[in-house]
């Protein structure tokens, strides 16, 4: 404000200057001395004008904010930019494959080892003794019978009885087979139910055949008083074994066949 009073005032005197400087050059204005010294060249000093205050010009400052002294000044923080950090380039090392030698290796030293020549004696060999079929035996009929029968327990008094054309299907209750051998061993008592009937088929015969037709024929109850416990019918090679007595008795000579025959 104060700034502006000054400038007014300073406009004031520089227009009040200007006005009184046009009426001293009046040309009506008439010199009372006529004569005009021609040779007097001094200049009339005109006024100065007044130096303008650039100050004075110069368009009023916005009032400054009082500054608080208390309060610290604000300080902005200084934006700091990441720097860029550029992955430094890493060459691979050379590696040069490591020189190896190859390592000096001496023959080992081998000496030879004393071989003494083994005394071989040649194996005793005896003649293979061919084995003989399960059945197959030169033994008469009546031997094994008497074999088979050693050492039964409560057996009767028995007689043998060899077989023929007339009496063989009364024994074995099947017919008469052209070229087979044929033995019984009966109780002597007809009251006691005991017969034991011993076959040799001839070669090529089908045993199984023959015994399961005396197992399927075979009459227990053949002394029509009496019967026999157990009826059984083993096959042993080309031998058929009919045994029908007691089952302790039948069982006991069963046996007997299967484990010598």
Same mark, same amino acid.
């Given at each position: 404000m104060k700034k502006l009073i000054a400038l007014i005032l300073v406009l004031t005197m520089v227009?009040?200057?200007?006005?009184c400087g046009k009426t001293d050059t009046n040309p009506d204005t008439t010199p009372t001395?006529?004569?005009? #010294?021609t040779e007097d060249t001094t200049p009339i000093d005109e006024p100065d004008e007044p130096a303008v205050d650039a100050d004075a010009t110069a368009e009023p400052d916005e009032p400054e904010a009082p500054v608080d002294e208390d309060k610290p000044a604000e300080q902005k923080p200084a934006e700091q930019k990441?720097?860029?950090?550029?992955p430094a380039e890493q060459k691979p090392a050379e590696q040069k494959p490591a020189e190896q030698k190859p390592a000096e290796q001496k023959p080992a030293e081998q000496k030879p080892t004393e071989q003494k020549p083994t005394e071989q004696k040649p194996a005793e060999q005896k003649p293979a003794t061919p084995e003989t079929p399960a059945g197959a035996t030169d033994a008469s009929l009546s031997d094994i019978i008497a074999d088979i029968l050693d050492g039964v327990? #409560?057996?009767?008094?028995v007689g043998d009885i060899e077989l023929t054309a007339e009496n063989f299907s009364y024994y074995t209750f099947i017919d008469a087979i052209d070229g087979a051998e044929a033995m019984a061993s009966e109780a002597m008592i007809g009251s006691i139910a005991h017969s034991v009937v011993l076959v040799r088929l001839p070669a090529g015969s089908d045993a199984e055949t023959v015994a399961k037709d005396i197992k399927d024929n075979a009459n227990p109850r053949k002394w029509i008083c009496v019967e026999a416990e157990q009826v059984t019918v083993t096959?042993?090679?080309n031998l058929v074994l009919l045994v029908m007595s007691s089952t302790a008795t039948a069982d006991a000579i069963t046996a007997n066949f299967e484990a010598n025959y």
């Open positions: 227009f009040t200057l200007a006005a001395d006529e004569t005009v #010294d990441p720097a860029e950090q550029k327990s #409560d057996l009767p008094m096959v042993r090679g």
